[in-house]
């Protein structure tokens, strides 16, 4: 399945990125690679239901 992730840039330096079809699902990193890693590894985890 394809997600759209969308990379903001944070305030204090770093990145942070969130999956607007998951609800709250969001995470961060100093670099752009480091953000896309992290939100990449949360985004492929299981769904509970």
């Given at each position: 399945?394809?997600?759209?992730?969308?990379?903001?840039?944070?305030?204090k330096g770093?990145?942070?990125?969130?999956?607007?079809?998951?609800?709250?699902?969001?995470?961060?990193?100093?670099?752009?690679?480091?953000?896309?890693?992290?939100?990449?590894?949360?985004?492929?985890?299981?769904?509970?239901?």
């Open positions: 399945m394809k997600l759209q992730v969308v990379v903001h840039p944070a305030e770093g990145f942070w990125t969130e999956i607007p079809a998951f609800a709250g699902c969001v995470s961060e990193g100093e670099t752009f690679e480091e953000t896309l890693l992290n939100i990449t590894a949360y985004s492929n985890k299981p769904l509970k239901r």
